[in-house]
């Protein structure tokens, strides 16, 4: 039996936050609202990059309102926080790719 654990997305970056090992880049994609509702709806998800040419490449060259596709494996993790553990879902990318730059510079 073949299992898969893959997520696509493709959006806009609403932010991003450098850490020492990772990058998280938070992107806005757009879907059709529930049914009977007007407009559209957007979701904003976190993608962290782990790979160090990926961290560093992004880190000089992505910023927000760039537009992105990202793609990789889902990840559960597990911490503590104030004496409680909380879990979490973390979407790690094997691939981010900048499809149309925005001035880094702006922000």
Do not use: C
């Amino acid at each position: 039996m073949a299992y898969l654990n893959r997520f696509q997305l493709m959006g806009n970056v609403a932010s991003k936050h450098v850490y020492d090992n990772a990058v998280k880049i938070t992107i806005a994609t757009e879907r059709a609202p529930a049914e009977g509702r007007q407009g559209k709806a957007t979701d904003f998800i976190q993608v962290t990059l782990l790979s160090e040419k990926q961290r560093l490449w992004a880190a000089d060259h992505v910023g927000r309102g760039a537009r992105v596709y990202a793609e990789g494996r889902i990840q559960s993790t597990t911490f503590q926080q104030n004496g409680e553990t909380r879990y979490g879902t973390d979407f790690v990318a094997s691939i981010f790719v900048l499809m149309a730059a925005k001035d880094v510079e702006a922000e």
